[in-house]
């Protein structure tokens, strides 16, 4: 069936060091995007969106692409700080009511 | 403040012995989710109600029940828990004008 994916299931980086993370996504048809992060213990938050009529967008330190003709989705971390240490979902859907779908996460680790 | 609340957040229990995990939202909104975070499966959908006395099943409703009789509050049912029922739950409520998803602080759920 259709499904969300992650190219790598751990991630190590250098505080400072700019963070990549990427998913790849099946369903040609999700229209919706989002990138979550979970801490230790605490539930999924909500970092940054993105629509399919775009390819890009930016937020505080973090920046969404989105290449649809490929169906991949990266979350960049510019910085990257000990905070930013989580696990990183993504999750898409197809406008409206319909359920997310989360992929099963990529743990980043940042290295002071 | 806008939130997500569950409870309780850590409970133990034995096979068979009915138990309840409440979840109310202050953000009225009408989409609300449960799900359930197991190590190498990421976040899966257990039920969801698009509304008052509106419920359908996700992805692994078996063994589960919900109700929705007021906006606010979506309690997760476990008529009879059994082991593989241990997992950490997380209910999640959504604004269907944004697509913004709010997760509460997880309920960890022991079945021994």
């Known amino acids: 069936g259709e499904s969300v994916g992650l190219h790598l299931p751990t991630l190590s980086v250098q505080e400072g060091d700019n963070s990549i993370i990427n998913c790849a996504y099946s369903?040609?048809?999700?229209?919706?995007f989002i990138w979550y992060k979970q801490e230790s213990g605490k539930g999924p938050q909500f970092i940054i969106d993105?629509?399919?009529?775009?390819d890009k967008r930016q937020g505080q330190r973090v920046t969404v692409l989105l290449n649809k003709t490929v169906k991949h989705l990266s979350l960049q971390i510019a910085a990257t700080q000990p905070g930013d240490s989580a696990v990183y979902f993504c999750?898409?859907?197809?406008?409206?009511?319909?359920?997310?779908?989360f992929g099963k996460g990529t743990r980043l680790s940042v290295i002071a | 403040e806008a939130q997500v609340t569950q409870n309780p957040r850590y409970l133990i229990t034995v096979t068979g012995k009915k138990l309840t995990v409440t979840c109310s939202q202050n953000?009225?909104?009408?989409?609300m989710s449960w799900y359930r975070q197991d190590p190498g499966l990421g976040l899966r959908q257990i039920y969801y109600?698009?509304?008052?006395?509106?419920?359908d099943k996700g992805d692994v409703p078996e063994g589960y029940k919900v109700s929705r009789k007021e906006k606010r509050n979506f309690p997760l049912i476990l008529e009879s828990p059994s082991p593989n029922q241990t997992s950490l739950y997380f209910c999640?409520?959504?604004?269907?004008?944004?697509?913004?998803?709010?997760f509460g602080p997880g309920t960890r759920l022991t079945v021994l």
């Open positions: 993105i629509r399919s009529n775009m």
């Open positions: 999640a409520s959504r604004d269907t004008n944004t697509d913004t998803q709010y």
């Open positions: 999750a898409e859907n197809i406008r409206g009511n319909t359920p997310l779908v």
């Open positions: 109600s698009m509304n008052v006395e509106v419920t």
């Open positions: 953000m009225n909104h009408e989409y």
């Open positions: 369903n040609s048809a999700s229209d919706y």
